[in-house]
Every structure is written in structure tokens, then in C-alpha cells.
């Protein structure tokens, strides 16, 4: 109504961080549990008005505007992780031999996966953009033609084709991490159109913290004032990347294969500025106005980082344990956040 102040646009925004994802996914699951418990019929996505999701968090933004419960999002990755990156390849394949190849994974696994999952929740039928139940903004990187893409939902009358594409080839375009999967390749035709994307890889290059394009899509795109916004941001989980050696050839395989660290340093980089970024216009939105609301849970590893591409039992128990960990300390904070006005 004219006049009336609106209500709260809520925006999630999940990080990549490959297997790392266990953490939010873990988040999410206590999240979810404690909501239901005051409103047991009221889905995850409905507490939300845009989702964020790069690379890892793209596979669980998606999974969750499709209805997914977060118990099932844990369960995935226990159940996925060696698919997804198996290490009898690294017993076949010599490391340096690794250099000659295209990446170090293959896609296929995780491409057959995630639109198995995504199929089911969507009762047997390939779940398109179009389909998700709020509105997602994924990012990837068009390696094609060199630009950053934001493939988002058709939330706004200047969006005329996202919405077209299969939600598992946009999920896959933004998990397909430089070395660790080759760039992604997908054509498409449906009852809304056809057409083709060449190359796309892991949005993290640029948005591995996805939360300020929702900030700007919210604002910029669907007009609400930074008052109106309210931004809960999930990690994966940072390190302290300590570099102790130059840039010398022989230095190859340590930064590439078969832990791609570099890629590491880049992306967990990314998303640390991305915080920066965020406290400083929220501080400079508090100058003139009331600033947005700002909740950011975040877990320090320290020197102790869990590779991107681990998947051993021990691994993933301890990321299952951060998640939990995480959720004991601001589960509190995060509801009371949601119930916010």
C-alpha cells in the first residue's frame, strides 16, 4: 500500500566451496528443524524472497527454491562425495600426468546427479528455472565470450531467457571450477525456447560470496530501499592461506595438482573482500538512513583448511560437525533475524 513501509525482503546467499558446502547444508538443516517446530507445513524457500547460491551454494540455492528439504542437502554430499571426486583417480592417474589433461575430474557424475536429484524433488520432470519456487540468482563465468553472468529466475520484466534453462545445467555452469572440471557445455529446448552455452565455469572467479548481487538485485533491479533488505550470508568455511615460496616453475604442481591451491587462495580471497565490501556500505547506508540488516555466519579453519575436493569419511564428519558447531551459535540470532521486521 502507498504509504505503508514494506515488508522485509529476505535474501539467503550461500558461498562456494566445493565439498565444503557440508556447512551451510548443515546450517540449514537446524535452520530448517527449528522453524518447523513453530510452523511445521511452512517450506524452507517460503522464509526467503531471493536466493543466492555460487558454485556449491548454486547446487544447494537451487536444491532449496525447488522445496529440497535441508536434511536431504546433508545427506548429499555424505552420499555424493566420492562420486563427485573419487580418489582411486589419483592412485591411476600419476600426478604430474595430471598437467595433460583437461581437469582433474570429470563432470559427468556430478552432472548426472544433480539432475536425478533435482528431477525427483520436482515430481519426475526436469525442473527448468522457470520452476523454482522464489526467486535465485546464480553466478558463472561465460567463458565463451568472457563475461560474468548472473542467471537468475524471471523476476523481472527484463529477464527474458534464464528462465528457460535446465535448473541442473545452471547449477553445474557455476560448480564447474577451473582444474578441478572441465568448462561446462549444454544446449537446451523446451515448451519456452532453445538455445545453446558454450564454456561456462565456476561463478566463484568473481562471486564466490554471491551476497552483494543480491544486495544490488534487491535495490537496484527490484527497487527496495537498503532498509527493506535483509541479508543472511553462510559460509564454507575460510583459511589462512600462508604462502612460504616464489613464483618458480618447479612450483607447478604445488599450486595446481593435485590440490589446486591456488584456485583456493582466489576464491576464499573473493569472498573475504565480498564481507569487506558489505560492512562498508552498510556503514555507509547508516550514514543518510537506517542501513540494511546484516547477518553473516562464517567458520575460521584457520591453517587447518579441508581441501575443496576432499571426500573421505573423516572429512566430511568434520565438516558435518562445523556445520553443527556453527548452527549452536547463532542459530538463536538467525531465527530471531527471520522473525525481524
Known amino acids: 500500500?502507498?504509504?505503508?513501509?514494506?515488508?522485509?525482503?529476505?535474501?539467503?546467499?550461500?558461498?562456494?566451496?566445493?565439498?565444503?558446502?557440508?556447512?551451510?547444508a548443515?546450517?540449514?538443516?537446524?535452520?530448517?528443524n527449528e522453524l518447523k517446530s513453530e510452523n511445521p507445513e511452512k517450506k524452507l524457500y517460503e522464509y526467503f524472497d531471493l536466493i543466492c547460491g555460487t558454485s556449491t551454494g548454486a547446487i544447494l540455492a537451487i536444491?532449496?527454491?525447488?522445496?529440497?528439504?535441508?536434511?536431504d542437502l546433508v545427506d548429499f554430499y555424505k552420499k555424493?562425495?566420492?562420486?563427485?571426486?573419487?580418489?582411486w583417480y589419483f592412485k591411476i592417474v600419476p600426478s604430474r600426468a595430471r598437467a595433460f589433461l583437461t581437469s582433474i575430474y570429470s563432470n559427468k557424475?556430478?552432472?548426472k546427479i544433480l539432475e536425478d536429484v533435482y528431477t525427483k524433488a520436482n515430481g519426475g520432470k526436469t525442473p527448468l528455472m522457470a520452476d523454482l519456487k522464489t526467486r535465485v540468482c546464480i553466478p558463472t563465468f561465460n567463458g565463451n565470450d568472457g563475461q560474468i553472468n548472473v542467471l537468475k529466475t524471471k523476476h523481472h520484466k527484463d529477464y527474458k531467457r534464464d528462465y528457460k534453462l535446465p535448473a541442473h545445467e545452471v547449477a553445474m555452469s557455476s560448480a564447474s571450477a577451473p582444474v578441478y572440471f572441465p568448462p561446462?557445455?549444454?544446449?537446451?529446448?523446451?515448451?519456452?525456447?532453445?538455445?545453446?552455452?558454450?564454456?561456462?565455469?565456476?561463478?566463484?572467479i568473481f562471486a564466490?560470496?554471491?551476497?552483494l548481487i543480491g544486495v544490488l538485485e534487491a535495490t537496484e533491479k527490484l527497487e527496495y530501499n537498503f532498509s527493506e533488505v535483509s541479508l543472511l550470508s553462510l559460509g564454507t568455511g575460510k583459511g589462512k592461506h600462508v604462502i612460504k615460496t616464489g613464483w618458480r616453475p618447479k612450483d607447478l604442481w604445488y599450486w595446481l595438482f593435485p590440490k589446486p591451491r591456488l584456485l583456493d587462495v582466489i576464491l576464499d580471497s573473493q569472498a573475504q573482500i565480498t564481507e569487506e565490501y558489505l560492512n562498508f556500505l552498510k556503514r555507509l547506508t547508516e550514514k543518510t538512513a537506517k542501513g540494511f540488516d546484516y547477518l553473516r555466519v562464517q567458520y575460521d579453519m584457520g591453517g587447518d583448511i579441508i581441501d575443496l575436493n576432499a571426500?573421505?569419511?573423516?572429512?566430511l564428519e568434520r565438516l558435518e560437525a562445523i556445520g553443527d558447531e556453527l548452527a549452536k551459535r547463532n542459530l538463536v540470532s538467525i531465527v530471531n533475524f527471520l522473525k525481524s521486521t
Open 311 to 315: 571426500s573421505g569419511k573423516k572429512d
Open 63 to 71: 536444491a532449496i527454491a525447488l522445496g529440497i528439504p535441508a536434511a
Open 26 to 32: 548443515k546450517v540449514l538443516f537446524e535452520l530448517e
Open 109 to 111: 557424475a556430478l552432472h
Open 184 to 204: 561446462h557445455t549444454f544446449s537446451f529446448s523446451n515448451e519456452h525456447g532453445n538455445g545453446k552455452n558454450v564454456n561456462m565455469i565456476d561463478g566463484g
Open 80 to 87: 555424493h562425495a566420492k562420486a563427485i571426486f573419487p580418489k
Open 1 to 24: 500500500m502507498e504509504g505503508a513501509e514494506k515488508k522485509k525482503f529476505r535474501i539467503l546467499s550461500i558461498d562456494g566451496g566445493g565439498i565444503r558446502g557440508m556447512i551451510p
Open 208 to 211: 564466490n560470496n554471491p551476497a
